[in-house]
Protein backbone atom coordinates (compact mmCIF):
# COMPACT_ATOMS: atom_id res chain seq x y z
CA UNK A 1 0.00 0.00 0.00
CA UNK A 2 1.49 3.45 -1.54
CA UNK A 3 1.64 6.27 2.08
CA UNK A 4 2.74 9.50 1.80
CA UNK A 5 3.30 11.45 5.01
CA UNK A 6 3.84 15.27 5.72
CA UNK A 7 5.59 16.47 8.70
CA UNK A 8 7.34 19.93 9.37
CA UNK A 9 4.41 22.44 9.29
CA UNK A 10 3.62 24.55 11.70
CA UNK A 11 3.78 28.56 12.82
CA UNK A 12 6.26 31.02 11.20
CA UNK A 13 6.47 34.78 11.50
CA UNK A 14 7.28 36.42 8.24
CA UNK A 15 10.74 36.43 7.19
CA UNK A 16 11.23 32.76 8.73
CA UNK A 17 11.40 29.34 7.70
CA UNK A 18 10.15 25.74 7.80
CA UNK A 19 11.44 22.45 6.70
CA UNK A 20 8.36 20.24 4.97
CA UNK A 21 9.01 16.15 4.62
CA UNK A 22 6.59 13.56 2.32
CA UNK A 23 8.00 10.04 3.63
CA UNK A 24 7.05 8.02 1.08
CA UNK A 25 6.26 3.77 1.90
CA UNK A 26 4.91 1.06 -0.71
CA UNK A 27 6.92 2.65 -3.54
CA UNK A 28 10.82 3.08 -4.60
CA UNK A 29 11.15 6.91 -4.49
CA UNK A 30 14.00 6.78 -7.15
CA UNK A 31 11.82 6.36 -10.12
CA UNK A 32 9.24 9.28 -9.25
CA UNK A 33 8.96 13.08 -9.50
CA UNK A 34 7.38 14.18 -6.02
CA UNK A 35 5.84 17.81 -5.79
CA UNK A 36 4.21 19.91 -3.04
CA UNK A 37 0.73 21.58 -3.77
CA UNK A 38 -0.81 24.01 -1.29
CA UNK A 39 -4.43 24.78 -0.59
CA UNK A 40 -5.50 28.04 1.16
CA UNK A 41 -9.06 28.60 2.48
CA UNK A 42 -11.59 29.51 -0.70
CA UNK A 43 -8.48 29.52 -2.92
CA UNK A 44 -7.87 26.34 -5.53
CA UNK A 45 -4.98 23.66 -4.62
CA UNK A 46 -2.12 24.85 -6.58
CA UNK A 47 1.35 23.32 -7.35
CA UNK A 48 4.52 25.06 -5.57
CA UNK A 49 7.43 22.92 -5.88
CA UNK A 50 8.64 19.11 -7.70
CA UNK A 51 11.56 17.64 -8.27
CA UNK A 52 11.75 14.93 -10.50
CA UNK A 53 13.31 11.65 -10.75
CA UNK A 54 16.82 13.50 -12.39
CA UNK A 55 17.09 16.14 -9.90
CA UNK A 56 15.67 18.77 -11.72
CA UNK A 57 13.49 21.00 -10.07
CA UNK A 58 10.15 23.55 -11.23
CA UNK A 59 8.57 26.12 -8.68
CA UNK A 60 6.01 28.18 -8.78
CA UNK A 61 6.50 32.08 -9.68
CA UNK A 62 5.26 32.47 -6.16
CA UNK A 63 7.67 31.12 -4.10
CA UNK A 64 11.12 31.53 -6.27
CA UNK A 65 13.62 31.93 -4.58
CA UNK A 66 12.46 31.38 -1.05
CA UNK A 67 11.56 27.88 -1.45
CA UNK A 68 13.95 25.05 -2.59
CA UNK A 69 12.73 21.13 -2.69
CA UNK A 70 15.10 18.20 -2.62
CA UNK A 71 15.36 14.41 -2.02
CA UNK A 72 16.97 11.68 -0.23
CA UNK A 73 16.09 8.53 -2.18
CA UNK A 74 18.04 6.05 0.13
CA UNK A 75 15.86 7.84 2.80
CA UNK A 76 12.17 7.54 0.63
CA UNK A 77 11.78 11.12 1.31
CA UNK A 78 10.94 14.43 -0.29
CA UNK A 79 11.76 17.75 1.58
CA UNK A 80 10.28 21.23 0.91
CA UNK A 81 12.72 24.11 2.36
CA UNK A 82 10.57 27.09 3.43
CA UNK A 83 12.68 30.14 3.28
CA UNK A 84 11.14 34.15 3.77
CA UNK A 85 7.90 33.32 4.75
CA UNK A 86 5.34 35.09 3.63
CA UNK A 87 1.73 35.82 5.43
CA UNK A 88 0.50 34.42 1.97
CA UNK A 89 2.22 31.01 2.19
CA UNK A 90 -0.14 30.11 4.60
CA UNK A 91 -2.12 26.58 3.70
CA UNK A 92 -2.34 22.96 3.61
CA UNK A 93 0.49 21.80 1.90
CA UNK A 94 0.42 18.49 0.51
CA UNK A 95 2.75 15.86 -0.75
CA UNK A 96 1.90 14.21 -4.12
CA UNK A 97 2.75 12.31 -7.63
CA UNK A 98 1.67 10.91 -10.56
CA UNK A 99 3.64 8.08 -11.06
CA UNK A 100 6.08 9.89 -13.84
CA UNK A 101 9.72 10.73 -13.03
CA UNK A 102 9.00 14.46 -14.78
CA UNK A 103 7.54 17.13 -13.43
CA UNK A 104 5.25 17.99 -16.28
CA UNK A 105 1.51 17.94 -14.57
CA UNK A 106 3.29 19.85 -11.51
CA UNK A 107 4.28 22.85 -13.65
CA UNK A 108 1.11 22.98 -15.64
CA UNK A 109 -0.84 22.45 -11.95
CA UNK A 110 -2.68 19.75 -13.06
CA UNK A 111 -3.50 18.27 -9.81
CA UNK A 112 -6.00 15.77 -10.81
CA UNK A 113 -3.23 13.93 -12.69
CA UNK A 114 -2.03 13.20 -9.44
CA UNK A 115 -1.65 9.40 -8.58
CA UNK A 116 -1.04 10.01 -4.66
CA UNK A 117 -1.33 12.12 -1.82
CA UNK A 118 -0.29 12.54 1.56
CA UNK A 119 -3.13 14.33 4.31
CA UNK A 120 -1.44 17.43 4.16
CA UNK A 121 0.42 19.21 6.87
CA UNK A 122 -0.53 23.16 7.63
CA UNK A 123 1.27 26.02 7.36
CA UNK A 124 0.68 29.39 9.30
CA UNK A 125 2.52 32.73 8.67
CA UNK A 126 1.24 35.53 10.34
CA UNK A 127 2.69 37.99 12.94
Known amino acids: QVQLVESGGGSALPGGSLRLSCAASGLTLDYYAFGWFRQAPGQMREGVSCIGSDGSTYNADSVKGRFTISRDNAKNTVYLQMNSLKPEDTADYYC?????????????????????WGRGTPVTVSS
Open 96 to 116: ATDGTPYCTSFSYNRAYDMDY
